[in-house]
């Protein structure tokens, strides 16, 4: 066994410091040991995965509150969305019993100290690494994001090991933390211009079919906002289990530049929207904000709604953390957007929450969005831009 | 050791115990989440070699596990509900079925040749040493 232990950790691992820190150790040091880690590093920050009732089950449940009855986090720790609303949930129509089962759930990680963010989004509000970092996320959008664009050191983390970081203050010490492991290893020439998350999207859908979990080195982007980062970092991930890119004079991490070079043209984005438009889609749920939506992204729908009324028949979801949700209550842009018959959704989305049977096509500027709104939930959907989602819901 | 056992080879320990039980044997990989019922144990992925048998009890024998991280938790439902594996051997255990071992404290090996085991086999898994054994 090459793996070491501090004294600490082994501590920790005979059950020293209590059940539930035993248990978060054996995850750690198995992990550890199954990809050839030779030490464990602390961590910083840790995201949390599998937060919806709808995809843990009482099971799940159960297994996090037995680490509830004495396992705490050593560091800050943030949570994935909820199934629901936390608090206007009842007027999204989801179910008292459903909002009984995900109350429990998001109550027992309060217990361990978990900060119930509920979003996709941490490092929006206050959960924002520095470049270097070493961390451990779940969330593969905002693992994505963070290696990335942030530039902090996180592996793919599942719901259970996230937990055992966050109990422990420690990872194993392999891939995606180990420099060697961040280097490029194919690049993409994009012939285009991206103008839209949509087609940030789309190009996350190109790369992540063709490169796998190989890292790509991307040239040609001139500029990308953040919000266009975190739409491309949810899409390469959904499609190709990417964890990490590199877009040459945007992102900050250093890599040699592979040679083996593929071309990215709009004719492959075209195609990319044609697979995920379904044909004879009829559109009667408009969600935006997967990954959740920024306070720059819910003013602008809040422009676009002003005055304005959501045709009936037609479900409107902006999805965002609660944070960002309560700014936008103080700004106005909450009344702007319910007035109009929208609603500004905090702590959920359309991917986790128990949607099945309730709509049958979904619009969205979301590639990942239509993933799972098809796979989970058996909606047609179609993609397109935050303008033309929010003019398909007036007409 | 058991008298006459075939030591098949030393793997490696995912998570420790030693059980001796009914072998279940597949080429194909797992994926709990969606492939396997948490309350019956039956295994209902779509044209799985294993579609309709129950994982209950079994040692189970596969290469390797696939599929979404919510799988480690349809192995510690299966655990409450009394239809676990008894054991779990693979070639290569992923993360998902490992963590799944771990929080369900299901005895697991790897590094295993498993196109030695056969379904029906008594076989006796001692995690603890990473050793997997045909008994009879």
Redesign the interface.
Known sequence: MKLELTKEENEMLEGKQGKATR?AM??IT??G??YGAEKLIPVSSVQI??VSYH??????L??LSEMAEDGRTRVLTTLNPAGMDMEEWKKHGISEDFALDQQRVVDTFEKMGVITTCTCTPYLIGNLPHYGEHIAW?ESSAVCFSNSVIGALTNRE????ALASALTGRTAEYGLHLPENRIAEVKYEIDTDLTETDDFGLLGHVIGGRTGRMIPYITGIRHATMEQLKSFSASVATYGGVAMFHIEGITPNRTTIPERTEVITREDLNKARATLDDEMAIIDFISVGCPHASIKEIAEIAQMLDGKQVTEGKTVWITTAKPTKDLAIKMGYYDKIERAGAFLVADACCAVAPLEGRFTGLMTDSAKACFYARGKNKFKTEIRTVAECIKEALS | MYQGGVVLVQGRKIFKGKVVGEALVTGEDISFYGGCDPETGEIVEKGHHLEGKSVSGKILVFPTGKGSTVGSYVLYALKKAEKAPLAIVNRTTDPVVAVGCIISEIPAVDQIDISRLETGQRVEVDANNGVVSIVE
């Open positions: 248990k054996e995850i198995t992990l040991e199954i995965a599998g995809n843990l089950g009482e099971a799940g159960e297994f779940a599942g719901g259970p090991s």
